[in-house]
């Protein structure tokens, strides 16, 4: 197994590499070019000023140089700075890291908790009126526009029944509160916004859970454990479940880009001091260091979901683990 | 000393549906099995052999199959009309069944011995220790002649080799000391090599510890090696029955006999030594479509013997010789 | 055999009236100017921020613009930006998988490799970052949509041509010594084009949705032009006083996004090879 983590591990530096490339072509794309990148679209600098820099950073040097001065600088996490207040870009994204992570890890562990039962009985009970109900709730959820039902739950919950607040992680007298209601703050202001990131996944999750459950449930070897006499429930949740939940927890490791990726509209609306957030002003404002920083970050977060997410999978499908 | 009829098989009707389509699988069949009795059931795919193994212990989902009709006694008690409870009582315990592919039909995530274990605790009364355990799951691996026993039982399934795999799903069966095995082409899927070394070992235990066994086969050879009767089907119903002796000197139904006569044979040579070839002979036209079958006698549209009177009406089983029955109003001619 | 696809899908009734509120939306969106009271950029500051009435049914916005019109004129983007960003990614992907699955080998390694070095990047980011370094309107984000969607697609025709590669047509093909092209397009192609056709259907749904994320926030479709997207963003800054610049909208992208994925649910079970065993 060591082996299979190790050639997993190997074939990540492509796709590494592949994101630095990626990132070097955004960056070019732009009108201004790189230069933009690191004076701003500042109309102060002078033609030569902007001359003097081009030099300073490179930039008159021919293509391959400077992608490689771009790859040393991303290996030293080095973004460069801020337009908006200067500061280290790096030092703002990791600031704002463990909200956004806090929101996707509760969105991850709601679809888990939720979806994963809907879909397993769904597909124990076929074509019931569980099973009915839940396929058309899971495609309203893949219809539904996020951002829309945010809107109309802070529409609902925040202004019409004013029971949760609709921005921010926590209210303006949090320093004040005791332990639990800094906690029940927290929770308070957590509940929209990863109920709306988790929406999409939980449609998904839960089909995704029954048509894997179905699947397993097709398999000889349940016929076998049923002929071997096993009641009934320990087929389904010994024999069958065992086996069903494999291509699920690998899907929940590979569902974390997409949580990264919806983070953006999420935190805005609800005004939630992450990385999302932070990498939309930055668009908004043209801040491209940062946005080069939050992209290259959600990137490598990516890879480190799809790593998990392989290292599980390893780890609960014996056929893997023991070759 | 009388025979006892273990398991009887009493007008079994089932049906199943497929894409809105009503298929007959088995209709209105009928065989018997006697203790400590090697019972054969020779026939090509979708002729009904598997699905009559799989009634017997309800193992046909409700969504894809039903019983229509008809009685499956184990020792006088009809198992078609069993509580769940009593059934599951009987499942791996009193009557045991072995599938084709023992790859797929055992749990890839659990080990070996495990899987092993499950079927003892589900069926021996007494509690075992862990260590009970390993030993009475070493004595079923050396009971099916496993080579390593100790590794097997930790290994999982994808470790072991086909031939493995099926002695593990034997010793499962076994685990409960059943009085009946049916065996569901239980080498099919098997190299040549090893289907040898399965059916040795399962005619060796059938002996050893009084086993009355059903084995599902589409090849005569394998039943000439371990069947004392056979039933032969097609479309879903038995269309002669004696014991293995008599149906290869003296088949008399028109199917059989042509199964027969494509079996290759090892010990006559293509050409013989007066330069004759002899031919291999297959039958013509194909197995009837379940769900559309003709009319009178299922076989008719292909045989060589057939006559107007074949068309209209199925005929019933008559015993032309002792012990010897045969579906087929050409039979005595 | 279109034949039996046709009578199958009438069969479906979820996939036929997906398909018929698609067709309902594209009348509406050919004939814009005929169905709409207003015109969709006629402002009226008298009355703007009006709840609905039977002048206006779905109420005024912001600028006093008549919603009903700008909902319907809005159709139009969205249809336009499902077509033309999906027939992008569809052109590049099967094209690509085609490439990767016929082939094999090396060019397979590295067409498989750019693949999932796309994938590495969560897309909606990385349409966001490749907008924020252009100018944002209707033309990028399709392109843009289109240009980040052909991975998955890639990996499907992919996988189809590695299954269909091996069946006998496909070698009597190559044996004849037809072209590698000719056997690529003329046989190959018809036997994938059923989940090609699947994942597209599918994919116009989720490119409106992304179309309308990136209008509402800023990104996408510029005002005036009438987005349902960007009529939301006004939406969420008078949420406590115009409830219905919110939820009209929203609702039609809801509609049309459902519809097709009715439909292309619906084309899959129709379309699903193993049903053809009956």
Redesign the interface.
Do not use: H
């Given at each position: 197994m060591l082996e299979y983590i190790a050639r997993r591990l190997l074939f990540m530096i492509p796709l590494l590499l592949g994101i630095t490339i990626i990132t070097f072509v955004i960056i070019h794309l732009s009108p201004g070019g790189p230069a933009d990148m690191l004076i701003g679209l500042s109309p102060k600098v002078s033609a030569e000023a902007k001359a003097r820099l081009h030099s300073l950073y490179g930039l008159d040097k021919p293509l391959h140089v400077q992608y490689w001065l771009w790859l040393s600088r991303l290996v030293r996490f080095d973004f460069g700075r801020s337009f908006k207040d200067g500061r280290l870009v790096i030092i703002k994204v990791l600031e704002r890291l463990p909200a956004t992570l806090l929101l996707n890890v509760f969105s991850l562990l709601l679809i888990f908790f939720i979806a994963l039962p809907i879909g397993i009985i769904s597909a124990v009970r076929q074509d019931s009126f569980l099973d009915k109900g839940m396929t058309i709730f899971v495609f309203l959820g893949f219809s539904v526009p996020a951002f829309w039902l945010a809107l109309l739950l802070m529409l609902l919950f925040g202004v019409v029944l004013g029971w949760l607040p609709i921005s921010g992680m926590h209210s303006v007298n949090f320093p004040y509160f005791s332990l639990w209601g800094k906690l029940w703050d927290l929770i308070k202001h957590l509940i929209l916004p990863v109920f709306v990131s988790a929406f999409g996944g939980l449609a998904y999750l839960s089909r995704y859970s029954r048509t894997s459950m179905l699947e397993v449930l097709r398999q000889d070897y349940i016929r076998t454990a049923r002929a071997k006499g096993v009641p009934e429930n320990k087929v389904i949740y010994k024999h069958a479940l065992r086996n069903a939940l494999i291509p699920i927890i690998t899907l929940l490791g590979l569902s974390l880009p997409a949580l990264i990726g919806g983070g953006f509209i999420f935190e805005t609306i609800f005004a939630w001091p992450g990385m999302g957030r932070l990498g939309y002003q930055a668009i908004m404002s043209r801040d491209y260091p940062v946005i080069m920083g939050v992209g290259v970050i959600a990137a490598l977060l990516t890879l480190l979901g799809n790593l998990i997410a392989d290292i599980t999978y390893a780890f609960v499908d014996p056929r893997i683990r023991h070759r | 000393m009388v025979m006892e009829k273990i398991l009887e098989v009493k007008n079994l009707s089932v049906e199943f549906y497929k894409g809105g389509k009503v298929i007959q699988a088995l209709r209105d069949t009928s065989l018997t099995l006697k203790r400590n009795e090697v019972l054969g059931i020779v026939g090509e795919s979708g002729c009904g052999k598997s699905t009559l193994a799989l009634s017997t212990l309800k193992l046909i989902p409700e969504k894809e199959g039903k019983v229509v009709s008809g009685e499956i006694l184990f020792k006088g008690e009809d198992l078609l009309r069993l509580s769940d409870e009593k059934l599951l009582q009987i499942r791996g315990d009193r009557i045991s069944i072995i599938f084709q592919d023992p790859f797929t039909s055992l749990n890839p995530v659990f080990r070996t011995g495990y899987q092993i274990a499950e079927s003892l605790t589900l069926h021996k009364k007494e509690n075992l220790s862990t260590r009970q355990m390993e030993k009475e799951i070493i004595k079923l691996l050396e009971l099916v002649k496993m080579p390593k026993p100790k590794d097997t039982m930790l290994s999982y399934p994808h470790q072991l080799s086909g031939g493995m795999q099926q002695r593990v799903m034997i010793a499962i069966a076994l685990s409960s000391s059943p009085e009946i095995l049916i065996a569901d082409e239980p080498t099919t899927a098997l190299d040549v090599t090893i289907q040898k070394e399965i059916l040795n070992l399962l005619t060796e235990l059938q002996k050893k510890l009084g086993l009355s066994v059903v084995l599902i086969t589409h090849d005569f050879g394998i039943v000439a090696q371990t069947c004392q009767r056979v039933s032969v089907m097609y479309a879903g119903i038995i269309v002669e029955e004696a014991s293995t002796s008599e149906i290869f000197h003296n088949p008399l139904h028109p199917y059989t006999k042509g199964l027969l006569e494509s079996i290759p044979s090892r010990k006559e040579p293509p050409s013989s030594s007066q330069g004759e070839k002899r031919r291999l002979k297959a039958i013509p036209g194909q197995v009837p479509d379940p769900s559309n079958l003709p009319s009178g006698c299922k076989f008719h549209p292909r045989c060589p013997k057939v006559i107007e009177e074949c068309k209209p009406e199925e005929p019933n089983l008559r015993e032309i010789v002792k012990n010897h029955w045969v579906r087929c109003i050409r039979a005595a001619y | 055999m279109w034949k039996i696809f046709w009578r199958r899908f009438r069969r479906n009734k979820l996939a036929m009236l997906g398909a018929l509120i698609i067709f309902s939306l594209a009348v509406v969106a050919v004939f814009a100017p005929l169905i709409a009271p207003f015109s969709p950029n006629q402002q009226d500051i008298l009355h703007r921020l009006e709840p609905p009435s039977h002048k206006h049914p779905l109420g005024t916005d912001d600028l006093g613009r008549d919603l009903f019109s700008r909902v319907i004129y809005g159709t139009r983007v969205s249809l336009l930006v499902g077509f033309v960003a999906i027939g992008i990614a569809i052109i590049i992907g099967s094209f690509l998988g085609l490439l990767s699955g016929y082939f094999g080998g090396w060019l397979d390694a590295v067409i498989m490799?750019?693949v999932?070095?796309?994938l590495?990047?969560?897309?909606?980011?990385?349409i966001?970052?490749?907008?924020?370094?252009?100018e944002p309107n209707i033309w990028t984000v399709m392109a843009v949509i289109g240009l980040t969607g052909w991975p998955g697609l890639t990996r499907l025709v992919r996988g189809e041509c590695l299954s269909v590669r091996e069946r006998e047509f496909v070698q009597a093909a190559k044996v004849l010594g037809l072209s590698n092209i000719r056997v690529m397009f003329v046989h190959l192609l018809p036997n994938v084009m059923a989940p090609i056709l699947v994942t597209a259907t599918l994919g116009i749904?989720g490119a409106i949705?992304t179309e309308?994320?990136l209008s509402?926030?800023?990104?996408g479709v510029q005002p005036p032009t009438p987005s349902w997207?960007n009529i939301?963003t006004a939406?969420?800054d008078y949420?406590?006083i115009a409830?219905w610049l919110?939820?009209y909208?929203?609702l039609a992208?809801?509609i049309t996004?459902?519809a097709y994925?009715?439909l292309g649910?619906g084309l899959r079970d129709v379309l699903d090879p193993r049903?053809m065993a009956?």
């Open positions: - | - | 490799r750019f999932d070095i796309m590495c990047f969560p897309t909606f980011f990385l966001l970052m490749v907008i924020a370094f252009l749904g949705l309308s994320a509402f926030l800023g990104l997207g939301l939406g969420k949420i406590t409830w919110s939820l909208p929203g992208i809801l996004v459902l994925n009715l649910e049903m009956e």
